[in-house]
C-alpha cells in the first residue's frame, strides 16, 4: 500500500468509526509506527478534512447537531472538574471542548468529546497518566465549556447543578 493509498483508508476508517481511535491502534492496523500517523492525520488535515485529536484518540466530527448548544462559563479549582464533567454528562450533556482566554495567545480551544462517565474516567485517566494540569489553572479557573443538549430541559438542569456546586458563573 501506497502513502496517499494508506492516507485514504485510514480517512475511511475514522469516518467509519463510532468513537475515536487512537495513534497507537491506528499504526498497528495500518503496520506503520505511531509518527507516520500523526503526519498522516496532518497531511489529512492540510488537505481540509477536520480531524479532532481527543484525550482518547482520532475522531472526524459527525455533523450531527441534533440539539442544542450552548457556551457555559465555569470556574473551579481542578479538585472539582470530575464533578463538574459529571454534571454535565449525567444531565445528557456532551462536552465538545474546554477553551480558555489566554492573555498571550488569546483563545485557546482543546476538543474534550465527552459523553459519558467512562468518557470522563478516561479522561482523567489520562491527565494523571501525564501529569497534566487542566487549561484553566492559566486563568485562574475561569474557563467555558461547549456543550450539546437534546433540549432545554437537560441544559436548564446542568446550569442549576453547576450552580448550585459552586461552578457556574453567572
Known amino acids: 500500500m501506497d502513502t496517499q493509498e494508506r492516507r485514504d483508508k485510514l480517512l475511511e476508517c475514522l469516518q467509519k468509526s463510532k468513537g475515536p481511535l487512537t495513534g497507537a491502534f491506528l499504526a498497528k492496523k495500518f ?3 505511531r509518527q507516520i500517523i500523526v503526519g498522516d492525520i496532518s497531511v489529512v488535515r492540510a488537505g481540509g478534512v477536520t480531524i479532532y ?3 482518547r484518540g482520532y475522531v472526524v466530527p459527525k455533523d450531527e447537531n441534533t440539539g ?7 470556574r473551579h479549582d481542578d479538585q472539582l472538574m470530575r464533578r463538574e464533567l459529571e454534571i454535565i454528562v449525567d444531565n445528557g450533556g456532551f462536552i465538545k471542548d474546554v477553551i480558555v482566554e489566554h492573555p498571550l495567545y488569546g483563545e485557546i480551544r482543546a476538543v474534550l468529546m465527552l459523553s459519558t462517565r467512562h468518557d470522563v474516567a478516561v479522561f482523567e485517566q489520562k491527565m494523571r497518566e501525564c501529569a ?3 487549561l484553566s489553572l492559566i486563568t485562574e479557573g475561569v474557563h467555558l465549556h461547549t456543550i450539546e443538549v437534546s433540549d432545554q430541559g437537560n ?3 446542568i446550569k442549576v447543578q453547576l ?4 461552578i457556574l458563573c453567572e
Open 155 to 157: 441544559l436548564d438542569r
Open 31 to 33: 503496520n506503520v509506527s
Open 53 to 55: 485529536a481527543t484525550p
Open 163 to 166: 450552580k448550585e456546586a459552586g
Open 68 to 74: 442544542i448548544v450552548a457556551i457555559i462559563a465555569c
Open 132 to 134: 497534566g494540569k487542566p
